[in-house]
């Protein structure tokens, strides 16, 4: 069966449930009211955007200390990583975002203007977990023997990780980060819970305005899908690439 | 080259202390004649392997010194750094860059440690490429190469910089018959260049032929050490004769 007819067919039969589903649902579908709102759906999804690049950029930043701590010889240094790795990826976001919000940033007298650095910065301490092992697993992927070579030729430990292990590194885990990014966009969604006015939190005053659930609802899944199906194709697309490569 | 080497210790300890420590090299002493070619055999675990680590400057003996014509290796990082910029090693395999082209491969320590231009990188590596028949292969990645290939390719990225010395380190013992044939021959063409090197091998009939001398490690100590045209005579230790007997007629 041809690729392209095999998505037709899963789509259609999925398009076909959907409208059958909402059919028999009897709406009164009132788009209307919905669509006055748009500025509002339209800034929630570019905060969405600009969250998620800032914790993929700080996320990426913790990943990598962490993942280098964990391989580290020092004693305390992997402890530390270990318990973060640990502690962030066994208990939920939206926790995590409570005791972040409700007491930290209590703790450290922080104004409720800070609840986006401190949203920010919840969201990518739990990526940075995530990304802490995708690291780790890229520089496990490099052999010994690299680095040995590297110091043959005699390249000093900053050239060798500039020239040898990070250029094979960032091709072994982008893929992982792409899909981890993914993840990261969707998960963004929780920082409603601190009232940050991302897209989740617009919709939802959407609709406690409107009374419109699935009309608030709905174009909230568009958004988020226009996000990451981008995302996961960049991801395929990376690991496809760097298998081209490697055989 | 003239080498001396001095009740050179390695031993290996265990960071989580649960094994007891390994000493390797247990007091090893050689001196050789003004050489151009060394070659280093014996039985797997025996030494020899860490013996080049240290020669190459890779890894720094636990006690003992080494000394190249009379000059002696620096203990210290920094200095090591500077004395693997004057030699080169080529290890039994996954010596090139698997990121880089072959060709990227020679040029990266012409360009970032001896500070060649690009241009100058390029036109020092153009003729060895040709003389090696590689030139075909230059513009390809690692993984688009025989073993055979890879090893030659590794071999003329140690030679390009000019090093004073070599070392090589098993080249051939992860290729089957055939690519360890045209690598030792490139070895070979090394000696009629008068390249000087310490060779690792496990070929005995090769080594016969390309060295100056020849040294038996066992259990850390020089076995036998003689040069390579009386080497098999001059070994009356049954246990070397008998390793020798293995490997000659295996």
Known sequence: ?247 | MNLAINGLVQRFTDPDGRRPPATVLDGLNLTTGDIQALVLVGPSGGGKSTLLRILAGLDVPTSGTVAFDGVPLPRDERALQGYRRTVATVFQAYNLFPHLTAMQNLLLPLVHVHGLTEPEALERVREPLERFGLTAHAHKRPAELSGGQKQRIAILRALVVQPSRLFLDEPTSALDPEMTGEVLEMIGELKALGTQFVLVTHEMGFARKVADEIAFIVDGKVGTHAPAADFLDRCTNPRIRLFLDRTLHA
């Open chain 1, 1 to 247: 069966m041809p690729r392209w007819f095999a998505y037709t067919l899963v789509l259609t039969l999925l398009a076909a449930g959907g409208a059958w589903a909402f059919a028999s649902l009897d709406m009164n579908w009132n788009w209307g009211v919905v669509w006055e709102y748009r500025s509002v759906f339209w800034r929630g999804w570019w905060m969405t955007v600009a969250l998620s690049v800032a914790s993929l950029l700080t996320s990426s930043l913790f990943g990598i200390i962490a993942a280098v701590m964990l391989r580290s010889r020092f004693t305390l240094a992997q402890a530390a990583a270990r318990v973060y790795v640990e502690l962030i990826r066994g208990t939920p976001l939206l926790v995590q975002l409570l005791i972040g919000w409700y007491v930290i940033a209590a703790a450290l007298r922080m104004g409720t203007d800070q609840r986006y650095l401190i949203g920010v910065l919840v969201l990518s301490l739990f990526s940075g977990a995530y990304m802490a092992e995708i690291f780790r697993g890229g520089l496990d992927a490099i052999p010994r023997t690299q680095l040995d070579s590297a110091r043959a030729i005699g390249l000093t430990p900053w050239q060798s990780l500039q020239l040898v292990v990070l250029p094979q590194a960032v091709r072994i885990v982008l893929p992982a980060v792409a899909g981890q990014l993914v993840s990261l966009v969707k998960d963004s969604s929780l920082l409603s819970v601190i009232s940050i006015a991302e897209f989740t939190f617009n919709a939802r005053n959407v609709n406690s305005a409107t009374y419109s659930t699935l009309e608030s609802y709905l174009p909230l899944a568009v958004g988020y899908l226009a996000l990451t199906l981008p995302l996961s194709g960049l991801s395929r697309w990376l690991e496809r690439r760097f298998r081209y490569e490697a055989a």
